[in-house]
């Protein structure tokens, strides 16, 4: 997947989709160590899809922890000012 189509993903959406690609290639080394795997370049495709995942989910993350801790110092910044 892109990243583009990723970026347009909604945060349960992206957990979700995390987990079925975890459940992928836990099936593609199945397959590997089974030696029924056909096309090996899928399990490279599935890692980085996962990596490009946890990246998002960790963007999201840490802009909502960003806008929580900007939120109080905003408000102080307001109380602060003298009104005329």
């Not at 030696?35 to 909502?64: C, F, G, H, P």
């Not at 905003?74 to 602060?80: R, V």
């Amino acid at each position: 997947m892109k990243i583009e189509e990723l970026r347009n993903l909604p945060k349960l959406e992206l957990q979700k989709l995390l987990e079925d690609k975890k459940e992928a290639l836990f099936n593609l080394r199945f397959q590997l160590a089974k030696k029924t795997l056909t096309n090996y370049s899928v399990i490279s495709t599935t890692k980085r899809d996962i990596a490009r995942i946890n990246t998002l989910l960790t963007q999201l993350q840490q802009n909502e922890e960003k806008a929580i801790t900007q939120k109080p110092k905003q408000e102080a910044k307001n109380g602060n000012r003298k009104k005329s």
